[in-house]
Nanobody, 124 residues
Framework: QLQLVESGGDLVQPGGSLRLSCAASGFTLDYFAIGWFRQAPGKEREGVSCISSVGGRTNYADSVKGRFTISRDSAKNTVYLQMNSLKPEDTAVYYC?????????????????WGQGTQVTVSS
C-alpha cells in the first residue's frame, strides 16, 4: 500500500524554525516528484514547494522563498521541508504529495498520493 506520512508540525514562535518530514512506504520517493502544500482555515490550499525526481530541481512559492528549503534523503525514503524565519501567516496544515512523473509543480491537481497533514502553528 502506497502511503505518505507527514510529521514535525508544532507550535512555534515567530522567527522560529521547524523541519517537516514526509516519509513514504510502499514506493520509492526518488522516482516521484514531491510537493508540499498548506491550507489555512478559510483559505484555499496553496503550493509551497516542490522537488522533481529528475535532477532534483526545486521550486518555491514567492511567500516562502529564502525561508523554506525542500530536500530529499534517499536512504530514509523521506523528503523534508526546512522552515526558517516562520511567520504567523505560515500557520496551516501542511501536506506532502507525490506525483508519479518527474516534474514537480506547485499545482495540486497532478499529484496522485497525499499524506494526512501535520499542523504548523506560528504564534507568540
Amino acid at each position: 500500500q502506497l502511503q505518505l506520512v507527514e510529521s514535525g508540525g508544532d507550535l512555534v514562535q515567530p522567527g522560529g524554525s521547524l523541519r517537516l518530514s514526509c516519509a513514504a512506504s510502499g514506493f520509492t520517493l526518488d522516482y516521484f516528484a514531491i510537493g508540499w502544500f498548506r491550507q489555512a482555515p478559510g483559505k484555499e490550499r496553496e503550493g509551497v514547494s516542490c522537488i522533481s525526481s529528475v535532477g532534483g530541481r526545486t521550486n518555491y512559492a514567492d511567500s516562502v522563498k529564502g525561508r523554506f528549503t525542500i530536500s530529499r534523503d534517499s536512504a530514509k525514503n523521506t523528503v523534508y521541508l526546512q522552515m526558517n524565519s516562520l511567520k504567523p501567516e505560515d500557520t496551516a496544515v501542511y501536506y506532502c504529495a507525490a506525483r508519479n512523473t518527474g516534474i514537480g509543480t506547485l499545482d495540486a491537481a497532478p499529484y496522485h498520493y497525499w499524506g494526512q497533514g501535520t499542523q504548523v502553528t506560528v504564534s507568540s
